[in-house]
């Protein structure tokens, strides 16, 4: 009698790699791996051979990388979705999509549960079974952190020495990463305590900006409704461009963030992130919103973005709320067309020009010479009729006062 299948989330990472042997030794389930190709690069050679040698029947990896761009990355972008002021998503953004493609694999193979190695502290918990439930409510899940006898790094270390697995962290080098194309996130080791100030060294893909280069270069990107579509002219797909942007602003040391987050779980989590064409692309969408929106819709937007970032970072993906404000979010982006210029120095970037031919921006308004267009003795009348509440509220004190 065929044994039922289980479809597991395999990064090749401790945890992914021994949750293999310990489903098989637990369940006697066939276990399927699944890796979602989400630009972690050189990382995912050498998984077909190590999935099956930890005994997995059979291994997908599954290329994700313009789905990820296009369904995921651009929506979020474009909805301005920064998570407590630092955060860009990297993580959050990946999850939904790999935990899409698990379903996708579960439901071809007659899979009866779906398996992560995501721990019981954390967020991706979260993310991975939102998505699940919501696209297949009928899979069972399961999540070894949460159930298992292994209670830390060290004892997963240790059990998979116990049955011969290599595995690419030592007590010595604790970190936990988590690379794709848009950014690479770092946890744990040092970093746990905050005072502790992130290493140069731990750096992979920025330079440390104090080594970056002693003269700054300029960038120019692309918008057409909100989406990048080229850079210095040259036309690209998402997933190049973000390569390019990534390969630019990392020699300069751009997009390093160090910060103390907010977990879904109640607990405060400190990470390291680095996201140099992340940096940029907010750095000129944001730009490109100043000139292109009016500024009750773009008030507005700084209220859906928080939202949209919780969301994102919550796992709550599929939603109706997170489509609904998508929707909205594609309408506001209608005239977001144009070419941002960014100014890349040190770990710094900022915006260096902006233009489109749909800018609100008028010299003719805001010149500080003489205009022909705005009669200033126009303003009185308005201001009069702004102020009146506070007018008539000082004037109800003023009678108080009198009593």
């Known amino acids: 009698m065929a044994k039922e299948k289980v479809v597991l989330a395999y990064s090749g990472g401790l945890d992914t790699s021994i949750i293999i042997p310990w489903l098989k030794e637990n369940y006697d389930y066939d276990v399927i791996a699944v890796a979602g190709d989400v630009g972690q690069g050189e990382e995912l050679a050498p998984l077909n051979e190590k999935a099956i040698k930890t005994g997995a029947s059979k291994l997908y990896i599954v290329d994700l990388k313009d789905e990820f ?12 979705a920064i998570y407590e002021k630092k955060y860009l998503l990297g993580t959050s953004m990946a999850r939904p999509v790999i935990a899409k493609a698990l379903v996708d694999v579960a439901k071809k193979e007659g899979a009866v549960a779906i398996c992560h190695g995501a721990t019981g502290k954390g967020n991706d918990q979260v993310r991975f079974e939102l998505t699940i439930k919501a696209l297949a409510p009928e899979l069972k899940i399961i999540a070894p952190w949460r159930i298992w006898d292994i209670k830390s790094r060290s004892d997963a270390i240790d059990y998979a020495a116990a049955r011969g697995i290599d595995i690419p962290v030592t007590k010595k080098h604790p970190y936990s990463m988590d690379r794709n194309l848009w950014h690479l996130s770092h946890e744990g080791g040092d970093l746990e305590n905050p005072w502790n100030e992130p290493q140069s060294q731990m750096l992979l893909i920025c330079t440390p900006p104090e080594k970056a280069p002693d003269t700054a270069e300029y960038v120019e990107i ?35 963030d160090d910060m103390v987050e907010n977990r879904l779980v109640g607990i405060k989590s400190r990470g390291v992130y680095e996201n140099p064409g992340g940096e940029m692309l907010y750095t000129a969408f944001t730009a490109l919103e100043s000139i292109t929106l009016d500024r009750e819709t773009a008030h507005y937007r700084e209220i859906v973005a928080v939202k949209f970032a919780d969301i994102v970072y919550n796992g709550q993906w599929y939603s109706p709320l997170r489509e609904a404000l998508s929707a909205f979010i594609d309408s506001t982006c209608t005239y ?21 031919p749909y800018t609100l921006y008028s010299e003719d308004l805001a010149t500080f010479e003489k205009d022909e267009v705005y009669n200033q003795k126009d303003a009185g009348g308005f201001i009069n009729l702004f102020g009146l509440p506070q007018k008539v509220n000082a004037m109800r004190n003023q009678r108080i006062d009198k009593k």
């Open 69 to 80: 761009v296009e369904d995921f990355v651009w929506p979020t972008l474009k909805s301005g």
């Open 336 to 356: 977001m067309t144009g070419k941002v210029r960014v100014k890349l120095f040190k770990g710094n970037c900022v915006a260096a020009g902006v233009q489109s």
């Open 222 to 256: 692309d918008f057409e409704k909100g989406i990048p579509t080229a850079v210095n002219g040259k036309k690209m797909g998402g997933v190049d461009l973000i390569a390019k942007l990534n390969e630019i602003g990392a020699k300069h040391g751009v997009g390093i």
